[in-house]
């Protein structure tokens, strides 16, 4: 694991001499966008302007053009962000991917494919809208991993009767787990009997969505999850008195809700995050320290996932 | 009327007594079914220690003693005819001498860079792991059980079936300290 002083040097080294070059055009792109956008909304305060002069009674649809020139200027500010961004993602984050761990491999445009989302069963509603980028894959150690950002939704009716239902959105990891299991276990976030207790634990034993509820002895982990599993024994196999210490410690430190399954010898970890990861900022300036350690906290904590789940200790059978 | 009512009562209370009887069976087979994974898990171990022990007779000069002890305990284990107590007694010893041989290894270079060694030490790692968590499933399933006996009301029809509370695995007590490996080889 690479320290924030060793991202420090790394920063000031290597990526600032580039970071210089992408800062101006930084600085081209916001310039353009504002000047369209100065443009956009000129034009359409002169249209209203020239419409109010000539009818003297109130008209509803009078901020009609605001809404355009908006429209406007965020599609081309999209068109004209375009390349910036695509810059940015091979200067900077395909850089600190590389700087995390050489092995790693990035895609900015890659992502956990839908059918690899789906088989995790960690999500019931299969997404009809499936987004993601910043691919993240390759080997730490002696396991392999790929990770990326992840959004999915399910929309279903049209125009006023469209409902959209945020399934999942955040970081989705995958990694090949340590020992050999033919079964499905799920870890899933406890809400029910975080606050009815022993009732909630009755729930949950009814819930025929999934398989049979196993109970752990664990005291901290069953208070944060509950977990499911084809096989009593298997799923304590897997989940060991030490994976589900590990398990709570890594929810604490993210500070975000936290699924797992684990599924054809593999384990999936869906982190969820209400920003959006790997993106540069238009509105700031590229030369600040500030982001670059919230990019590298980012990926640290899904490269990270290897050794807080001690994937990498191969004493079993499976090498 | 007042038939209706009496007969909704008894239905009613019947339905509650199905449902009792049949969780409480349930839960006993959960139980049966969970012991039964561990019995399997040490045969699967059982049949893996004569491969290990040849293995690890070649370079092992100094453990004779601790080698012949569990194949005895083996054959002992193998025969059958044995209570599940005598059973489990039986099983705790075996993995205790086993964690001495696992730590005398250190001791060999060349049995640790054997490749015939070293997949059997996997293979004896993943077994003891799921030993480990079958117990666990045991515990679990039993102390389901135990509660289900003791409390009201399941304990009422628990105590018309003839259902009694169930042991759970304890780690013997000379299993809890740290494995005295001195002490072993010098037997």
């Known amino acids: ?319 | 009327m007042g038939l209706w009512i009496t007969l909704g009562i008894v239905v009613v209370i019947a339905v509650f007594i199905i449902l009792m009887f049949n969780t409480l069976i349930g839960k006993k087979n959960q139980v049966n079914n969970v012991f039964g994974t561990i019995d399997a898990l040490l045969k699967k171990r059982y049949d893996l220690l004569p491969k290990l022990i040849t293995t690890v007779k070649e370079y092992m000069k100094h453990e004779r003693g601790l080698l012949e002890k569990i194949t005895e305990l083996r054959a002992k284990a193998v025969s059958g005819n044995l209570s599940d107590d005598q059973q489990v007694a039986l099983d705790n010893q075996v993995s205790k001498l086993l964690g001495g041989i696992m730590v005398a290894v250190e001791n060999y270079p060349q049995l640790k860079a054997n490749e015939n060694f070293m997949h059997l030490q996997r293979t004896m790692n993943e077994i003891e792991e799921q030993i480990s968590a079958a117990r666990r499933a045991y515990n679990a399933s039993v102390t389901d059980y135990n509660n289900a006996v003791e409390m009201f009301p399941t304990n009422i029809i628990a105590g018309m079936m003839s259902y009694r509370v169930k042991k759970v695995f304890e780690i013997p007590e000379d299993q809890r300290r740290d494995i005295d490996t001195e002490a072993l080889f010098n037997k």
Do not use: C
Request: hydrophobic share 45%; aromatic share 14%.
């Open chain 1, 1 to 319: 694991m690479k320290t924030l002083d060793e991202l420090k040097r790394f920063y000031h080294q290597v990526l600032k001499p580039d970071l210089r070059v992408l800062e101006k055009k930084r600085q081209t792109v916001l310039n353009q966008i504002i000047f369209i956008g100065a443009g956009a909304f000129s034009i359409a305060v002169i249209f209203i302007l020239i419409f109010a002069s000539q009818v003297h009674e109130a008209v509803p649809f009078i901020f009609f053009p605001l809404i355009i020139a908006a429209v406007i200027t965020a599609g081309l500010g999209w068109l004209i962000t375009r390349g910036y961004r695509s810059d940015f993602k091979m200067l900077v984050i395909e850089r600190l991917v590389k700087f995390v761990d050489e092995d790693l491999n990035y895609d900015a445009s890659g992502k956990i494919k839908k059918s690899e989302f789906n088989a995790s069963k960690i999500f019931h509603t299969k997404p009809n809208v499936y987004k993601g980028d910043d691919l993240v894959y390759g080997k730490v150690g002696d396991t392999q991993v790929k990770f990326s950002e992840v959004d999915a939704k399910y929309e279903s009716g049209s125009g006023k009767n469209k409902s959209v239902k945020q399934i999942f959105k955040g970081l989705f990891f995958i990694g090949d787990f340590n020992k050999h299991f033919a079964g499905q276990t799920f870890v899933l976030p406890d809400t029910s009997e975080k606050f009815l207790g022993k009732i909630g634990q009755a729930f949950q034993e009814w819930n025929i969505s999934r398989p049979d509820l196993v109970k752990l002895e664990d005291p901290e982990f069953e208070r944060e999850f509950v977990v499911y599993s084809t096989d009593q024994v298997e799923a304590r196999y897997i989940l060991s008195t030490s994976l589900m210490k590990r398990i709570v410690d890594f929810k604490n430190k993210t500070g975000k809700k936290v699924n797992l399954s684990f599924v054809a010898s593999q384990v999936n970890v869906a982190v969820s995050f209400t920003k959006r990861l790997f993106e540069p900022r238009l509105f700031r300036t590229l030369l600040d320290f500030e982001p670059m350690q919230e990019y590298f906290e980012d990926l640290q904590l899904a490269v990270g996932i290897v050794e807080d789940l001690n994937l990498n200790t191969r004493i079993w059978t499976k090498q």
